[in-house]
């Protein structure tokens, strides 16, 4: 008999963190990443939303986004690199713009890195533009800044 898959999106828990790291550990790489401690917080600070994908209890992505008065910005968005490609990203960020909406936010913002072709056509299907350049953002490159309207 095959397994079942059921995939579970819900909201990060401080019981995951450490789960979330690992993954964003594996996406981003040691410079890149956040650690648990940072997601740890993050699954606290009421002005933040950070969502998880879980299928059959394992964590397979992780999305999450500051909020401020009227705008809220993605600061984390990994999927397992051995669940790329099947929809999971674009169910993720889906929920989030969703989420993000009913916490009042009308602008969505994210830095992307240039060299980021996957993330960046993912983001433009979603109707995100670039609407800024930010000079060494990263340790290694600039930042586009995308945004979207959300209302
Ligand atoms: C960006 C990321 C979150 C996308 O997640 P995903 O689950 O693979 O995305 P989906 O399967 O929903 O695919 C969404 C779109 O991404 C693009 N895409 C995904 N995988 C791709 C690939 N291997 N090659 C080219 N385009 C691809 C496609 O446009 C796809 O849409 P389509 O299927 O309608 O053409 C994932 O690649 C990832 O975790 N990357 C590393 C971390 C990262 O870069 N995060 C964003 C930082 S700003």
Not at 32 to 42: G, P, V
Not at 73 to 98: C, H, M, Y
């Amino acid at each position: 008999m095959g397994t079942t898959t059921r995939l579970v999106c819900r909201k990060m828990t401080i019981d995951d963190a450490e789960a979330v790291a690992a993954l964003d550990l594996k996406s981003f790489g040691e410079i890149d990443s956040w650690s648990a401690e940072y997601f740890f917080y993050a699954a606290q600070n009421e002005r933040a939303e950070f969502l998880i994908v879980e299928d059959n209890g394992k964590i397979v992505a992780c999305a999450g986004a500051d909020i401020f008065t009227d705008a809220a910005e993605i600061v984390s968005f990994a999927v397992d690199p051995d669940r790329r490609n099947q929809g999971i990203g674009t169910k993720l960020l889906e929920t989030l713009i969703e989420t993000v909406k009913k916490r009042g936010a009308s602008v969505l913002i994210l830095e992307v890195r240039p060299s980021n072709k996957v993330a960046i056509k993912l983001y433009e299907k979603f109707g995100f533009e670039i609407v800024d350049r930010e000079e060494n953002y990263y340790w290694d490159e600039d930042a586009w800044i995308m945004a979207k309207e959300i209302f």
